[in-house]
């Protein structure tokens, strides 16, 4: 919690600010003073010594305060709303320029663009401000000098925050205050935020989780799938810093964009993710994301793998880029992107065809029907498309194309050229997803033997039209139970027009425990 006290207050330093709220340790357990030079000093409860430890930092009128609390609760500080000086913004050479201010209780702003509007219309001072949500995400309004705006989320002021402001050089800032004895608010400005310029176009996440996640994970056999969420992670948010880049906007319908980390696939955020967005003016667009509101906080040189994607009129586009990311600056800019088409997949009489994947950022495809993906492994060869069918292209990382970008379907009467089958996982423990498809209409029985020919469970046994096909096998006989830990086999046989063509083919698979 990034805390403002009131200007006028009867605190020395940070000693008497806890003797008076949290003397004992509760419900306060850490109070934190970003200095200057944009290093933290602590004062923190320790419970083996009973008492406040670190650095009993001065209070100064014109900071924020980051205080860590044991439970949700209020505080109530000694002191007024009149402030008695300016508030001090820091520009630090080599370093980030954050500095974490008190906004006046009774300062007239309602929002963060009536703050730029009056200080830093044309982004001079400020070029960045941040707002820490009470979920510890975080919210910034960033100046844009490509479309020569502030662009992001206006997020409200409230009375008792502290917010983060980014300054381009050692300045003071005035705020301005209304007469609170009177109740008389006078606003210095005419115009609130960016509504003079109306020709951008914005949207701002608004999710706290993601909705993409990796598809496929890669292993000793190459990509297989990822059946095995990663479990959820508990939200330790990093340092608010903002990603930005550029791309040409004009023939394209939309833009979604997937960012994650290599040894941390499913912390994932999106454009849909608070923090992160998407502005264009119909000929640039601008991307920007939060790696501060990953689920597990940044550090300095840690890369990032991007994914952007974008529906243009006669193809999909894509581009994939690893960002390495910088401590030492405020908005890391990526600069301009230029997306290129997925590759094109190929009509012919019978069927429709791809090509094996020769790209370091494609790794493969995938094939979906009514939602259901059919494949139990990447694609990489030459492969057909069988009727009604969705191709999504897998990208590095095991992510597939988001549905807005690179997703392309086909409808023909094209059916499956052979009778096949397969499984995943193998070896598995609780069950398997067995896929198989048929080429003609016939009678289909897969059933799975034990290692002394006695069979255990029918799985399939019945007429099926020519299409994909997939079943689970939940590792039990026919009468229910659970088998013990062993190999089986499961066969696959097709037969058509009533005669008996035997087994397609003979697998085993090992069920442990």
Not at 50 to 66: H, K, Q, S
């Amino acid at each position: 919690n990034w805390v403002s006290l009131p200007y006028d207050n009867s605190y020395l330093t940070v000693s008497d600010l806890t003797d008076d709220v949290s003397p004992t340790g509760d419900p306060l357990i850490k109070i934190t003073y970003m200095r200057d030079d944009q290093q933290y000093e602590s004062y923190t409860w320790n419970a083996v010594f009973n008492m406040w430890l670190g650095t009993n930092f001065a209070i100064e009128p014109d900071r924020a305060y980051e205080m860590v609390t044991t439970a949700d609760t209020f505080l109530v500080f000694v002191g007024s709303n009149d402030p008695d000086g300016l508030i001090n913004l820091n520009e630090n050479p080599a370093k980030t320029d954050k500095n974490w201010v008190a906004i006046p209780y009774n300062a007239v702003y309602s929002t963060i663009s009536d703050v730029t509007t009056e200080y830093a219309p044309a982004g001079n001072p400020l070029v960045k401000c941040t707002n820490l949500r009470d979920d510890q995400l975080y919210e910034s309004y960033v100046w844009d000098n490509v479309f020569m705006q502030w662009v992001g989320f206006d997020f409200t002021i409230e009375a008792g925050r502290g917010y983060e402001y980014v300054s381009t050089a050692d300045t003071f800032w005035n705020p301005t205050e209304y007469n609170s004895e009177k109740g008389n608010k006078k606003t210095p400005f005419v115009e609130s935020g960016h509504h003079g310029i109306s020709q951008i176009v914005m949207r701002c996440g608004a999710t706290t989780e993601p909705q993409r996640a990796p598809v496929w994970k890669h292993g000793a056999q190459g990509y297989v799938p990822a059946y095995e969420t990663a479990a959820p992670m508990r939200r330790d948010p990093g340092i608010s810093h903002v990603v930005r880049l550029y791309c040409a906007s004009k023939g394209y319908d939309d833009f979604v964009f997937t960012a994650y980390r290599p040894h941390m696939p499913y912390d994932v955020i999106t454009e849909k993710t608070i923090g992160c967005g998407i502005a264009t003016d119909g000929v640039r667009a601008a991307l920007w994301f939060d790696v501060g509101n990953f689920k597990k906080p940044w550090q300095h040189d840690e890369d990032v793998i991007l994914i952007v994607e974008a529906s243009g009129e006669d193809n999909n586009y894509y581009y994939i880029q690893t960002i390495t990311l910088d401590n030492r600056v405020d908005i890391q800019e990526i600069g301009t992107i230029v997306l290129q088409p997925f590759p094109e997949l190929i009509r012919t009489d019978r069927a429709v065809q791809w090509h094996p994947v020769n790209s370091e950022h494609i790794v493969g495809y995938s094939v979906y029907k009514n939602g259901e993906r059919l494949n139990t492994e990447v694609i990489t060869a030459h492969a057909y498309a069988a009727h009604d069918i969705d191709v999504r292209f897998v990208l590095r990382g095991g992510h597939e194309s988001a549905k807005a970008g690179g997703l392309q379907s086909f409808e023909h009467n094209d059916l499956p050229r052979v009778s096949t089958f397969s499984f995943s996982p193998n070896p598995f423990m609780r069950e398997t997803e067995i896929q198989y498809q048929v080429s003609e209409r016939g009678r289909v029985e897969l059933k799975v033997y034990d290692t002394s020919g006695r069979l255990v469970r029918i799985l399939a046994e019945q007429t099926h039209d020519p299409g994909y096909y997939r079943t689970i096998w939940d590792a039990k006989d026919e009468a229910g139970r659970v088998l013990s830990s062993g190999i089986y086999f499961i066969t696959f046989t097709v037969g058509t027009q009533g005669n008996h063509d035997g087994a397609i083919a003979n697998k085993a698979v090992f069920v442990g425990k």
